[in-house]
């Protein structure tokens, strides 16, 4: 009789075409990149095609927009200005590229980088964040399907007027997916410093678990949520395209097979549970306008203004006020608090509020499970742990799949172990 | 009455295509980089149309070699290894062009990076040492008539199989004569840390003067004598396509304009004289193979085995032996030494010598003029000028015009003054 785990051996095991993705931790020098390439040797040996997507190594995107932003800063107003730093930034990839390509060379493999412009990845042309519409891998494809293993430079690809793009920070684990949609991979690795994705961050909790298996709509839930594992256009991707992923770390034995996390069908996953993770988001602020005239299209006038300076809303609250008016609350990433305030500051005429408060000391706790959409109880069961530990609730938002409470920052970690108890997480089941 | 200058002034003041060159020291980090600008401004300015050729900022490609050789150490036997060097050494002069790109917008001018593949650069497949076959540039030259400064990444370009490929070392100056070239353009100036070239190195004799003019076979002499201003490979390429060359100081005001160097054909040059400049090469190593027999084709043999090892001899010598059969003395580049002595080693059977005898301590001092062809005596005041401070001559070779002495190493600095004067070429005339 065979278990789930020899199954999933056999099925990983048959000959086919796979792509390994290795970030920037995981090729941070040369070392790291051998201990890459060992990873890159054991799928090799097995009779797979292999194709490798990898970033620069860590800290070498950081210097090059520094660079960039000393010779250029950057203007919202001047696309060329974009065009430029992806030709700059680009090169940390292909450096990594073209040195883990040596590495496999070494070691007696046939191998070669593949730059963007060269797989050929094709973007867009919003240089800085494009998005890949198609990945021609014809050429690419037969190439791993002789035993050469491709190493392809990631975060970059070739834009409309063969000028480099850059899919934004995180774009590695986007081209690895791409590429393995558009080669028809059986699956993906995301070798990565950790080993997995966690029912929530092991720094916070210590009863945190590595789970098997996590559904598309849950990952994305997660990345959204402040999960730093995977970013979140590559998890869209992987559920669009159907692509098998695996996250798992790039700092353990080469030899010895580590299970990592499949992301996958909810479909496959059979024993669904009602909150898989529980998460927790520091990167949040609050605005608080009091005293916002109660007339119909106030509010839809104030979002109108903040979208059109790009800044994204999360959650909103809306209270009456004890003077006169409404009371208007609303969350976004700490990181656009300062374009938010501007936009409310010089349209305080037109918008006719008394007075504007600012909030960084806050941030969002939330449980994720697609479990939630057959049970009920879910929401209770929070707001009684959180109660139990007297942390109050500033705000709530909820999906399907997900349900998310505005905390004091204080209080964060406190609430995430509570939380991590009280949906059956913890690792010692039923101990503190 | 037009003085000559005024002349000179005139010819490149009007509209025409003209190409610029900063090497590493010149971009070696943002703030050289805007200092560049200033000199590519002027230009623009003017109303000319603009290409720019930029090396690696200074130490960059160093560091990337560096990589490399600790991913995979080079192997004569593997090309597959030169292709990825490639395409991370190349990654240094793509930084560059789009950081002197993103300075160049802020400063208000349109402009653009272009990388080797995009110019496009035609290179053979000579990965690592890759030569120029044709820059098809009519693409980049429409888009610099229109006003847009062109940013090219120096040193590289597009190999058959679209592949990354490098031109070795200096090879910027390359990529900017044969853009000028390919541009039709009316000049190239070449921006580097000395402002043009001088009579001798200015660090050996304070007496050393600029040259107004070279022609372009002196400078091919001088280059391969080891005066380091530009790269013998951009000087032969400028003469074989009459590309006018000017070697000047990025380290100057770009406010005022530095006259430099004009490298042009010989007919230009109305005051020639019989020796322009005297050169010092220090990296020369000697071989003396003694008692080698005597028979016809032995030094055929001996000379066939080290080109078969990738040496190149220069001077040679032989000369009787006091036991039997004869001696030979030949020299090469430092860093050939080892492999001419691993060569020689074991073929010491074959060849049948007693004893071989190595020698670094040896310099090159050369004297260099298109003067001679039209001139006697030449040699003949060198000899006297080192006999007099009672230099030995330990070897002479002669082009038609150079003639060329190998002495102790000590002597180097000593000869090359009295050679400066002997030649009149002091700035001082008469001094001493």
Redesign the interface.
Known sequence: MASPVYAEKAAFDRMARIVLKFGGTSVAD?DR?RRAAAFIKREADAGHSVAVAVSAMAGETNR?VA??A????PDPA?D??N??????V???E??T???????L??LGY?A??W?G??APVRTDGAHGKARILDIPAEILGEAIDTGEIAVVAGFQGIAPG???STLGRGGSDTTAVALAAALGAERCDIYTDVDGVYTTDPRISKQARRLDKVSYEEMLEMASLGAKVLQTRSVELAMAHKVRVRVLSSFGDPGRASPGTVICDEDEIVEKQIVSAVTLSKDEAKISLMGVPDEPGRASMIFGLLADAGVNIDMIVQSPSRQSGANLSFTMADSELPRAVETLTLAKPKIGYDQMLTDHNIVKVSVVGVGMRSHTGVASTMFKALAEKAINIQNISTSEIKISVLIAAEYGELAVRALHQAYGLDRSAGAA
């Open positions: 040369v990149m090059l660079l960039c000393d010779a250029g800063p001047l060329v200005r065009v430029e730093y992806d030709a700059v680009a090169s940390g292909q450096v590229s073209g040195l883990v390509a040596l590495i060379q070494k046939r070669r980088s730059q412009w060269q063969d000028r480099i």
